[in-house]
């Protein structure tokens, strides 16, 4: 017989496991009530035999607590008067429980046989073991499971801690991608579990082969450099589970894969494939195994993708979220005063649907015990707090978990900002080693940037890659820049030395400000004046030497292929950012020198709005002859870039410059016959569904240039009416209102379980 203590489910989950089994064993469908409500009704069924049963499950550890707990019940039960009332219990009862139970209920309870204790449940699991299958939890946490694992032989990594497995089964959430993965499993002896790092790939994995060992598989093989140890670990006739931990991943992104590694690794899933004793679960980063497969011809297979699990935060559900949530903090023994503050104020909404939500913020949060420092009205406040600003998490991380160099390379890092490319990041971290060479005794060579980078997307980082190989990194969660902000600030010497390093023009303005004002969008580090002659001279001296390093993503019309693309013309912003962000100290040196420069591309690209805008933005705060004296000529050679009515837009801002040689031009033949030529090519190229905007851009350029466009837009209003008419003689307004009441329904009820969830930590 089995013997579960059923103490690693939480009452959640012991609720719903003794509704399973009463379901199984009266054969009739139970209610389950929000907790708290009726008297704390955990579940309600009716049936033609028995009218109103009632049941309540009590997840305790001795019977004292539970017999305290009931003496309180008795009264709620004696007000529902229910038929029938039945207790499940995960503590042990002897006959002389059962007998004390009965009588303190009676006449509700019927017989003992209504009373479920520990040995019960068992009992009745083993009589319906698709309900024990149900709950891997509960027998993956069996005495004879865990000593299974734990003795089971391993090949290439430490045996399995009996602590560390009964942690992970705990805290545990299943949610679909875990019934995704064994259902392929199941059709193709093997799994290829993707996602971005930290999103739990290795979690799911070990999941998986704990289950399997559990299910008398003999061997667990972990592959943790090439297949070729799969290879060698595989014997016939033995029941074996191999897991090969972020393959493609350890050495892919600089070297590629080794000699035949893709061939052989093709092999050996055919191998499995056939074979009916051998599993293989294999974890990796998404966008490397997409480039593996435009890389290698053989990898580049639709069989790979049938078998591909991929995790995705944004695709947890609330429902998930606040399961994981809950399971934290249940286990976590949160004192009761704490938690009734959180259920209370319904914080928990708020955590569940936050932008940082995390399982790594929780999991810290509550083995740190943040709370005792917290007072339990406020706890709420404090953790909600904790996830605008999640510093402590970063700070230890930071501190005790990685290597000077990957500090040195997330110090940089903030000063860049993200996405950056991998190799701009080198550049610059190469830069602040060479400039400080004396302070920070650092040899980072190729070898030891690459492990520095692996070291980080543990925990700070992530990487990807675009369809033609380059790779750009990313903060894994955006607190972490709010993070090292705080950490930097206050630390002159070190903000001098990164200044002493800056090798792009981004790296002056991504974290540091003189604006003494604090911007509500964007959290930055205001700079005395003692700093601001190194910071001045660094850009006067380096001007000519500092590049970009701000990326974008281009994405392909039709396909999932993309690339990081800079803009070339970066000098005119960053000129114009200089202005922007000193004119509260009004320096005259970099003034003169940003005049200077800027005399020096009077006739640049204007390929897009930013540099339009940085361009028209210097054109009126420089004070400069030559500017004045080419004024003419200035508006001439921007009115020739203009190719769409956008353009058309800005140029009209010279009018406010250089408003006699303006006027001047706009009243010439030429530039009448590009405003039409490009009104008309607008209209044309334009969709019925946008016309909307396109009237309104007419009209813009019908006062800022006195030219008549009535005809114009009286034709797109006509049209674009007849369109909306069409569109609305389609619609179908009930449609949406169902549609809407559906959806609020939905709402309603995924919130009527998430507060029955969280009601349960506040049960006694």
Known sequence: MNEYTFLNLSSFEFENLSRDILQEKLGFYFESFTSGQDGGVDLRASSCYDNNIIVQAKRYTRFSNLKSTLKKEIENVKKLAPNRYILTTSIGLTPLNKKYIKNLFFPYIKSTEDILGKDDLNNLLGIHPKIEEKYYKLWLSSTNILRRLVNSTVYNQSKFELDEIKEVLRIYVQNDSHKEALKILKDNNYVI??????????????????????????????????????YSYYQDGKKQVFFFDDFLGRNFLETGLAVNEDSKLIKFIERIKKSKNKILILATREYILKQARNTFELLDDSSLELAKCTLDLSKYTRKIKAMILYNHLFFANVPLAFLKNLIETKTYLTLIEHKSYNPRIIETFVKSHFWKNSDPKEFSKTLVSFFNNPTSVWEHAFENTISKGSQVVMLVLSTLGTPVLLEDLKITVNSFITANNTKYKLAIDSIEFRRIIKELENTFIIT?????????????????????????????????????????????????????????????????????????????????????????????????????????????????????????????????????????????????????????????????????????????????????????????????????????????????????????????????????????????????????????????????????????????????????????EMLERENLYISDLFEGLTEE
């Open 193 to 230: 579990i993707s996602g971005i790092p930290g999103i739990g790939k290795t979690t799911l994995s070990r999941m998986l082969v704990y289950r399997l060992l559990a299910q008398e598989f003999d061997d667990f093989v972990y592959i943790s450099e090439s297949i070729n140890d799969a």
């Open 464 to 744: 990807r890659m675009d369809s033609f190989n380059k790779i750009a990194i990313e903060f894994q969660n955006p607190s972490i820049q709010d993070f090292l902000i705080n950490y930097i600030e206050g630390k002159n010497i070190l903000i001098l030395d990164l200044i002493r390093s800056f090798s792009f023009v981004s790296q002056f303005f991504r974290i540091f400000t003189f604006e003494k004002k604090k911007s509500v969008y964007k959290r930055r580090i205001t700079l005395d004046k003692i700093i601001l002659k190194a910071y001045i001279d660094k850009i006067i001296i380096d001007f000519d030497l500092f590049k970009t390093s701000i990326i974008y993503r281009l994405n392909y019309t039709n396909s999932d292929r993309f690339e990081w693309y800079k803009n070339p013309n970066f000098r005119l912003l960053f000129l114009n950012q200089i202005l922007v962000e000193l004119e509260s100290v009004s320096n005259q040196i970099l003034e003169d020198f940003v005049t200077k420069k800027f005399e020096e591309t009077l006739k640049p690209e204007l390929t897009n709005y930013s540099v339009r805008w940085a361009y028209i933005s210097l054109l009126s705060k420089t004070k400069s002859t030559t500017i004045e004296n080419n004024a003419k000529k200035l508006v001439k050679e921007f009115a020739e870039q203009i190719d769409s009515i956008d353009i058309l837009k800005d140029f009209s801002r010279l009018n406010t410059i250089f408003a006699n040689e303006f006027q001047e031009y706009v009243n010439t033949n030429d530039f009448s016959e590009k405003l039409y030529s490009i009104v008309e090519k607008e209209i044309e190229n334009t969709v019925t569904s946008k016309y909307e905007s396109l009237i309104e851009d007419l009209k813009e350029i019908e006062k800022e240039f006195e030219y008549l466009l009535n005809d114009e837009i009286n034709d797109l209003s006509k049209k674009h009416s007849a369109y909306m008419d069409k569109k609305e003689a389609k619609m179908d307004m009930s449609d949406y209102a169902d549609e809407a009441r559906e959806h609020e």
